[in-house]
Each structure stands twice: as C-alpha cells, then as structure tokens.
C-alpha cells in the first residue's frame, strides 16, 4: 500500500508565492510519474504539471512561467513551487504517482493524494 501526504496549501494574496510538497510512502520499487493536478469549483480536474516517466515536465500553458516542478528521488516527494498566484489559480490541488510496486513490477499503479487547498484572494 501506497500512501501520499500532501502540505503546503493555504491563502495567499495575488501575486504572492507557495510551495506544495508531496510525499509518497509504502512499497514503492519505482516511480513513473510523479505530477500536480488541480480541481476548481465545478470545473474538471486538470493536469499543472508533472515528470514524465522520460524524465521531462510537462506544465499547462496557463501555469508555465510561474509554476515550477521539482522533485527529490530519494525522498520519493515532488514539489510544486507557485509564484505569481492568480484568483484564477483557486483549487483544490492533487498530487498524482505512477508507480511499481515490490509485489508486481509489472504492473502499473496509480495514487492520489487527500488534495490541498489553495486559495488566492485579497
């Protein structure tokens, strides 16, 4: 079993800045992608950003250039650093991990975070 702990939400003014943090834990052989989606208020949910199993980032163009996606490999946690928060940006955000697990390498599995809040408002 897989399990994600997510922090960092909260309220912030326009223009302000957060870092959210995702840990993952469990019985982890290795993990594919690792990425941030978000869900607004009687929208889809929708990918921000993530780490293609190759290795790359992929960003939704209404973020690139104030959100930036980072990871640490040996703590099994990504992180999303947001800057430039808009009203707009208002969500709930979810951590997402692909992942192996020691039981069956073989397969693929999928793990979503509890969701944290973020809000931007003066």
């Known amino acids: 079993q897989v399990q994600l702990v997510e922090s960092g939400g909260g309220l912030v003014q326009p223009g302000g800045s957060l870092r959210l943090s995702c840990a993952a834990s469990g019985s982890i052989f290795s993990i594919d992608v690792m990425g941030w989606y978000r869900q607004a208020p009687g929208k889809q949910r929708e990918l921000v950003a993530a780490?293609?199993?190759?290795?790359?980032?992929n960003y939704a163009d209404s973020v690139k250039g104030r959100f930036t996606i980072s990871r640490d490999n040996a703590k099994n946690t990504v992180y999303l650093q947001m800057t430039g928060l808009k009203p707009e940006d208002t969500a709930v955000f979810y951590c997402?991990?692909?992942?192996?697990?020691?039981?069956?390498?073989?397969?693929?599995?999928?793990?979503w975070g509890q969701g944290t809040q973020v809000t931007v408002s003066s």
């Open positions: 780490f293609t199993s190759g290795g790359s980032t």
């Open positions: 997402n991990v692909r992942f192996r697990s020691y039981s069956d390498v073989t397969r693929v599995y999928d793990a």
